[in-house]
């Protein structure tokens, strides 16, 4: 069955520090993957997929097939990077999701 | 162009009622997605209606269920409300069922 692991429900980072988002998932085939994020009191919304390969807001994510990982990765938080991450996988007309990390950046 | 609005963002209901949500999908787009996001976990795909057919369905008993109208917005309904329906439902709406969906801001359900 498809799934999608996020391992870390909470992850905290100082400003200007690498912040690494995990996601694992289950999948048979050539899957695709997207981030999505929630900021505080918006609506979920899409930050970036796998086969577009742009770095969106100084995010990017690799699709690793053989350790079935898209880890979301920035190499210097900002605060304004505090938020809910969903890692989540389409499965024919459903997005199945992960359950979510939230990342803190203090300052 | 329009985002994709949901009512009433918040509701209480009590445990054996029934519950109608709405959902008015962004303009030009012909499928919405409903989705129920309990406290904590990531968004359940509840069902999927396209060009005003269910078009998919997730592990969610016959008590949810839905409709979409020919403008494209759409109706959540869940008769028989119980204590752990509380939660967030998320409606998303897209040009066909693999492309971007958008989100809405949610409904907030709370069964007492």
């Known amino acids: 069955a498809q799934r999608v692991t996020q391992p870390e429900k909470l992850l905290s980072v100082f400003k200007g520090a690498p912040v690494e988002l995990k996601c694992n998932y289950s999948?048979?085939?050539?899957?695709?993957l997207f981030w999505y994020v929630q900021y505080s009191r918006q609506r979920l919304q899409l930050l970036l997929r796998?086969?577009s390969r742009e770095s969106i807001k100084g995010f990017t994510a690799d699709l690793n097939k053989g350790e079935t990982s898209f880890h979301l990765k920035k190499p210097f938080a900002q605060e304004e990077d505090s938020a809910m991450y969903y890692c989540?996988?389409?499965?024919?007309?459903?997005?199945?999701f992960g359950k979510g990390t939230k990342l803190t950046v203090n300052p | 162009e329009t985002g994709v609005t949901q009512s009433p963002t918040h509701l209480i209901k009590t445990r054996g009622q029934q519950v109608t949500l709405r959902c008015s999908s962004q303009?030009?787009?012909?499928?919405v997605s409903w989705y129920q996001q309990a406290l904590g976990q990531g968004p359940q795909f509840i069902f999927q209606?396209?060009?005003?057919?269910?078009?998919g369905r997730g592990n969610f008993p016959p008590r949810f269920s839905g409709l979409q109208f020919p403008n494209y917005s759409s109706e959540l309904n869940v008769n028989a409300l119980e204590l752990d329906d509380s939660a967030l439902y998320l409606c998303?709406?897209?040009?066909?069922?693999?492309?971007?969906?958008?989100f809405g801001q949610g409904t907030r359900l709370t069964v007492v």
């Open positions: 998303a709406s897209s040009l066909g069922g693999h492309t971007e969906a958008f």
């Open positions: 999948y048979s085939g050539s899957p695709e």
């Open positions: 796998h086969i």
């Open positions: 989540a996988l389409p499965k024919s007309e459903k997005l199945v």
């Open positions: 303009s030009g787009h012909n499928t």
């Open positions: 209606y396209y060009r005003e057919e269910e078009n």
